[in-house]
């Protein structure tokens, strides 16, 4: 079309002269409708001209018959339906739901060739006169003349209910035909679903529900139980899925759980020899992931789980941690933790849909416990260096570095992170000073784990112990230089350099070593001072090892691998055959319990022997001879006497090591104190000891005992002051 073309007005006329119409059309013209509305219900509608019907049902809303064209309607249907109700009434047993259906698909394809004819009363007669719309219409009738007949209602409800109650217990139903009744009752509207089937179809659930899990748990255990529990959820929702509403889900899951599991909730997890705490004992999986899957459906269901499963980690992670025998092996002891921490992380993964709610309750019980043992930090530094010493057979580094993260799990849940750093030194001081070490990548990875979870401070003296390694050796390489033609065939030394402060403090131990050594030390004392000006040398001999080659009574050869202290009692027996203890005390000097271990590990160890011993007995006496043991035999040619073992330490030197970590956290806890009343400038007491151990819990847990007697000592030393009017409150002098 020509956009430039002129639009045309139409109007349409209005009659010029008043249309007459015949007194008797309506009636007339009813008694055609009427007729077609009686044929359709008939079933005998293919005679029937449609257009011809919409044209009479049209004229009649035109010529304002509207509102007897309506009540028509509605007296004939309503005849129609109460003929139908009598026909379904009459239906005997299972034809009763086969009839209704019947009736129900015809009555719709009826009330669709009404609406057809009388489309134009729809459209225009029914919305200005407020009257109901066709199709509603024949639902409200077919609602009040055959679901709400007093002869149909209470028939209709128990039918449904004993179909459903017959399929619960076993029976096969015909899915289709209930689908197509439900279908009717939600046509008919919500109300009409929910009043007539849903309200008692709930009630009647509820009592079964309730009998059956009375009668399951008096004869099954908790696993059988919530299988058959789960069983039944599933029918429920299967049952929804094939012929209910699907808005009737949530209600019928909601009855079922409530009777088959809130209410029985406490009884199945405490259930003797097959509740909560046996599944998690035998690791039961499927049946925890059922159960976990099940009681999240109800209000406290998951906490009723969590809680339970929390104090059952903590009863027997706590008699873990104070069994006497377990106490003996520190690294059996950690492997027990370890196992226990790899068990319920496999339940939560496996089982508890990796809830973030049951990890931290594992990870606060296991805070919990590991906490009770004032030992579980050196015990985890122990299991540390048998790992890092003898290495796991068999194992890749990627293993290794996967068993460091489990360790350090544990490392997270100590409160004294810094007594754990006391004993990791000087365990790592004793691995990198004899060379037992598995490598040097897995003491470096643990390390900047570490540093990862404590920050640098924690860990920069550890990486200075592995640089003083490294400069040690350049050392000896330049003292080698320099004097290895005038050292000839003599004893050989290896020096490693450790500076103070970033290794474990040790006292310094007399020990008097065989001449020739001693000469040599000498020599290296002067290279060494010679190139480092301003430095002092003392002699670590309590940390040192030693080579000797030894030829026994029939000339049978080794290499012994022993410390210095052991080499030193050894030496002595080239100018002696026999020495008693107090000669060999007195000859060497070392420390009397240090002498003891070592004779004892050179001559009652079986199998590493090289001495006797007289009288033979398990402890050394101050009355006691020592002589070579010339039947000494080993299969190896080089053989170790008295491996450093990391053991546990006796109780005095507990004490030390107490001593010295409460020493070392009295500058900490200064410091805290200063930093926060730096930012506060004034703040009580209560807030100081509140804020410092939150500051400090990274770390270790702070006394606040102690850190009153560091407020004391802070004011003693003017950076604060208590306030004139309240002693419980203090300034920052700046």
């Known amino acids: 079309m020509n956009n430039n073309q002129k639009r045309r007005n139409f109007q349409i006329e209005a009659f010029k002269h008043r249309v007459v119409v015949d007194p008797k059309y309506a009636d007339k013209t009813w008694k055609i409708l009427e007729h077609a509305i009686n044929e359709i219900y008939n079933r005998n509608a293919s005679g029937l001209s449609f257009e011809e019907l919409y044209r009479n049902a049209y004229n009649m809303v035109l010529h304002k018959y509207g509102e007897k064209l309506y009540s028509g309607l509605v007296s004939t249907m309503t005849f129609h339906l109460q003929e139908i109700s009598k026909c379904i009434e009459a239906a005997q047993g299972d034809h009763f739901l086969e009839e209704l259906n019947r009736e129900w698909t015809d009555h719709n394809k009826a009330l669709q060739m009404i609406r057809d004819i009388l489309m134009y009363m729809d459209r225009t007669f029914v919305p200005s006169t407020h009257k109901t719309p066709v199709h509603e219409l024949g639902l409200n009738l077919w609602r009040d003349n055959i679901i709400h007949s007093s002869k149909i209602q209470t028939r209709l409800l ?151 499963m929390a104090s059952h980690i903590r009863e ?32 939560i993964s496996m089982s508890f849909n990796n809830d973030k709610t049951f990890q931290n309750a594992l990870n606060s019980s296991f805070e919990f416990f590991i906490n009770l043992n004032p030992r579980s930090p050196e015990f985890i530094s122990l299991f540390v ?18 068993m460091l993260d489990k360790v350090m799990m544990l490392f997270r849940y100590l409160q004294e992170k810094d007594v754990f750093e006391k004993y990791y030194k000087q365990h790592l001081a004793k691995r990198l000073l004899s060379g037992k070490t598995i490598s040097d990548d897995a003491e470096r990875s643990l390390i900047v784990k570490l540093k990862t979870e404590c920050g640098y401070q924690f860990t920069s003296k550890l990486e200075g112990m592995f640089t003083d390694m490294k400069t040690s050796q ?60 301003g430095r002092r040398l003392s002699w670590q001999t309590n940390m040192g090892t030693a080579d000797l080659k030894v030829t026994f009574g029939k000339g049978q050869k080794h290499e012994l691998n022993v410390s210095t202290y052991q080499m030193c009692v050894l030496m002595l027996f080239n100018n002696a055959d026999r020495l008693s203890y107090q000669e060999i005390e007195l000859a060497t000097e070392i420390p009397p319990s240090d002498l003891k271990r070592c004779l004892q590990s050179l001559a009652l160890v079986k199998g590493k022997n090289v001495l006797r011993k007289e009288p033979m007995s398990k402890d050394i006496g101050e009355e006691d001879a020592f002589f070579v043991n010339d039947k000494f035999t080993s299969k190896f040619y080089k053989v170790k006497i008295g491996t450093v073992v990391a053991q546990k330490e006796s109780e005095p030197e507990k004490q030390e090591t107490r001593q010295r970590v409460e020493e070392d956290r009295k500058p900490q806890i200064e410091a805290a104190i200063v930093r926060i009343m730096k930012s506060r400038k004034v703040l009580d007491h209560n807030n100081i000891i509140a804020e410092v151990t939150k500051q400090l819990q990274s770390r270790f847990l702070a006394n606040p005992v102690e850190i009153k007697k560091r407020i004391e000592s802070l004011i003693e030393r003017d950076f604060l002051e208590r306030d004139s009017g309240d002693r419980k409150l203090y300034h920052y002098l700046a």
């Not at 009375?214 to 599933?234: F, G, P, V, W």
């Open 474 to 533: 350049d050392t000896m390489q330049g003292f080698y230089a320099t004097h290895g033609t005038e050292l000839g065939d003599g004893p050989s030394l290896v020096v490693q350099v450790l500076t103070t402060g970033s290794w474990p403090t040790q006292p310094s131990m007399t020990c008097n070593l065989p001449a020739e050594l001693s000469a040599l030390c000498e020599k290296f004392r002067s290279y060494y001072l010679g190139t480092h000006t």
């Open 158 to 308: 128990n039918t449904l209910l004993e179909l459903i109650f017959r399929e619960r217990t076993g029976e096969v139903i015909n899915w289709g035909l209930m689908r197509n009744i439900i279908k009717m009752l939600t046509d008919l509207g919500p109300s009409v679903y929910q009043e007539d089937f849903e309200k008692p179809f709930l009630e009647v659930s509820a009592d079964f529900y309730k009998a059956e899990s009375q009668k399951i748990i008096e004869c099954c255990d908790c696993a059988e139980y919530l299988k058959r529990a789960e069983k039944r959820l599933n029918e429920e929702i299967e049952r929804v899925s094939h012929y209910l509403d699907a808005k009737s889900e949530d209600k019928i899951t909601s009855v079922m759980e409530r009777e088959m599991i809130a209410n029985h909730m406490l009884r199945l997890v405490h259930m003797e020899n097959s509740g909560l705490v046996n599944m998690l004992l035998d690791d039961k999986y499927e049946d925890l992931k059922r159960m976990y899957g099940l009681f999240r459906r109800v209000p406290n269901g998951l906490s009723t789980i969590r809680d339970l």
């Open 316 to 347: 027997t992670g706590k008699q873990l941690v104070t069994d006497p025998e377990k106490l003996k092996d520190p690294v059996e002891f950690v492997s027990c933790l370890l196992e226990e921490k790899d068990k319920y992380d496999n339940i």
């Open 385 to 402: 260096d048998d790992k890092l010493r003898k290495g796991l057979k068999g194992v890749s580094e990627e293993d290794v570095d996967i």
